[in-house]
């Protein structure tokens, strides 16, 4: 059967969507008889999901043929539906082939030269009106590291402007500022390994089925292997992943907090908490600063099942069955993305199931541990690791700390004291600086604001003498927006490093050439650092260049990847940091003696990314979300993904295959909620928010509990986050895209 057809048929979404799984066969061929015709095979890793699954790709007379998934990578040969598609990538229909600038309302197609030169006029001009404060970069998890890097540094070093941010703000913010709060360093300190190991997967927020099928397979593997595993699901809609779950808990959207600290409760309660671990490992801090276990019962016995339960909208005794499940099983992994994330209280959130896993030593054996999912291919090693956030510096380092700032000066060959000392705008602000002008010239690479921001219709506007650049692969909605448009290389037309949540950084190999005149991000940056007067500090120019540089740099910290030669990384499947030396094989589980070179011997354990060596447990008070039902707006929306498109779909909408077997963009509505509000799927309804307005179509479905209303933003005819509310975590200022009032009627 045509690859096409086979999806047409709807089979793959009953088994699972694994029509890339070893069982289904995973090879796809873009070209009749193309597996066969193949002359040479070439290892990569997929451009979508923060899973990074491993590819072999097939290439015959200088183009690709086939595609599939790596036997020997970490996701055993497996891929799912998006990745499958990887092989139209170089077909894809649209590509933008050359610059265009804005002349009189209309971009016009321009050379380079003309381009790059009013971009870096651009710059200049807004350097001197402004002074750096005026100029942003606004990055993406979806740049290769070499990219991220070089921005960072020709912004943060070179014009001495911590604006640098990126879609990673939206995303994983909540995530890293929890992992340092409560270890002191930045990302997971588990593997994927752990998913084959754990005896109770704890999600909350995720729903994997949709956003990293290969991982969920992996869980289901293990579910299969020992019927004993137990899976825990808390969504307030019954998703693809909760159909699998032991326990599903259907909480209001904004109430985790309630949950996690009632579970809390009744773990002390019941002394289910390993206290041996938690006083040889932990320390507790409440607001105030460090406090006792005492105080800590105390903090926790407010948190009764029954009063969490009327807040959540859910029965009390599946808190308990939680509870039991997570502390009493003998491995416990939690997985969650951006149902945690994106919310006020997402740093919040984060600490607390970290506590969770320290307070019941559910951590630092195989198959127990907290683990994030990330959301972008490179959000963890592109953006995070190299400290491409208007607050962060590479490698752990933070703009605000002194000392930090001094350490990178030095790492970069800077004077001392060269470094803004000010951290730059965060993503909202860096948008609203560009409404009121106080941004005069700004670069966006590699993602679409213009689609994906939160409460679209006042952060896609901009002020008058507001320079747009724009360097993507295809018309979107903000290159709608630009003054300039520059066109980018797409995947294996351009060469870089990848690094996905486990720590693990992959190479991906340059093996076709891009469209027309379209070029590398980095070649865009190195090029831009010339023009304006920055080839002194940019002098890396090639992507294995720049990866010596920052390798180099990593050496005396506790990212420690220096063994990771580029040579190394052309040859193995990737690596796990800390790698220290040439022949060190990288690291699965952090902190854990035996497999992290930097834990102190003897200790087992070690948190070392703290000065006493001990993890935090925070004590979070949990607050209800700023947007509740009300009268006027009865309803909760909340947004997310659906398997067959990735964001914004300027890719995978692009590709009939998936675009065939996409539902259109509408709400998700409760058969009881339709009934009442007399609609059916079909209709028209409009959906209006404190913030905007926009009218879609209905699919009712019994997917979301009563109450709530689901919408994916793939769809840029469906502008949902017109609707979207744009209020903050106040640590970690990542939007809460998951809880909107609204009020719904039939259009
Ligand atoms: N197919 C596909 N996969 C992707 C992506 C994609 O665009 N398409 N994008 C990638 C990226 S960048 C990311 S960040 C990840 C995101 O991965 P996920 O976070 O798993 O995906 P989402 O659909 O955004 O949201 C997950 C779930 O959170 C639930 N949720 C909403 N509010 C709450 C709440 O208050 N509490 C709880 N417990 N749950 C809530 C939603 O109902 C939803 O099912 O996916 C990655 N993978
Ligand atoms: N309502 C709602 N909104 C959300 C979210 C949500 O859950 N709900 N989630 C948020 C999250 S977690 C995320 S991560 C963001 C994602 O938001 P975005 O990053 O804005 O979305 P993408 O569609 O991934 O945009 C990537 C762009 O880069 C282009 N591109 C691809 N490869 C390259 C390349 O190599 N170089 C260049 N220059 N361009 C390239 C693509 O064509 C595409 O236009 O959305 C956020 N917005
Ligand atoms: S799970 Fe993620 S990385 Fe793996 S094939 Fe699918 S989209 Fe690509
Ligand atoms: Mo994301």
Sequence with gaps: MERRDFLKTGFWSSIGLYLASRQVGCAFETEPDGLARAQSWHKSVCRFCGTGCGVVVGMRDGKIVAVRGDELAHNKGMMCVKGTMLAELPKLEGRLLYPMIRKDGRLQRATWDEAMTLVADKFRETLDRLGPSGIAFYGSGQLYTQESYTANKLFKAGLKSNNVDGNPRLCMASAAFGYVQSFGKDEPPGCYEDLD???????IGANPYEAHPVLFERMRLRQKADPSVKMIVVDPRRTRTAEYADLHLPVLPGTDLMLLNSMAHVILRDNLADLEFLNVHCTIQDAAGPTTLDKMRAFYREYTPERAAREM??????????????????????????????RVQGVFLNNTIITLHLMTGQIGRPGATPFSLTGQGNACGGVRDTGSLSHALPLGHQVANPEHRHTVERLWGLPPDTLNPEPGLHTVDLFKAMKDGRIGAALIMCTNPGQTLPNLDVYRRRAEGCFLVVADAVETRTTELADVVLPAALWLEKEGVYGQAERRYQLLQKLI??????????????????????????????????????????????????????????????????????????????????DDPLVTPGSKIDFYGKPDHKAVIFLRPYEPSPERPSETYPFLLTTGRVIQQWHTGTITNRIPALRDVTPPASLEINPEDAHRLGVTSGDAVTVASRFGTITLTVAVSPVPRTGVVFASFYDADVLINRVVADYLDPISKQPDYKTTAVHIRKA
Excluded at 197 to 203: P, Q, T
Excluded at 323 to 340: R, V
Aim: proline share 6%.
């Design 197 to 203: 190991h754990a005896a109770c997967f704890f999600i």
């Design 313 to 342: 909208g859910i029965s009390a005794n599946l808190i308990e069955t939680a509870a039991y499940l997570f502390a009493t099983s003998p491995a416990t992994m939690s997985l969650w993305t951006m149902g945690i994330n994106q």
């Design 513 to 594: 050439d891009p469209p027309g005149e379209a070029r590398s991000d980095l070649d865009i940056l190195v090029d831009l650092a010339k023009r304006l007067g920055q080839d002194s500090l940019i002098t890396a120019h090639d992507p294995e260049a720049v990866w010596d540089e920052w390798r180099q740099m990593s050496v005396s910290t506790k990212y420690n990847f220096s063994g990771m030669t580029y040579d190394r990384l052309k040859r193995e499947r990737g690596l796990q940091w800390p790698c220290p030396t040439v022949d060190h094989p990288g690291t699965r589980r952090r902190y854990v003696e035996g």
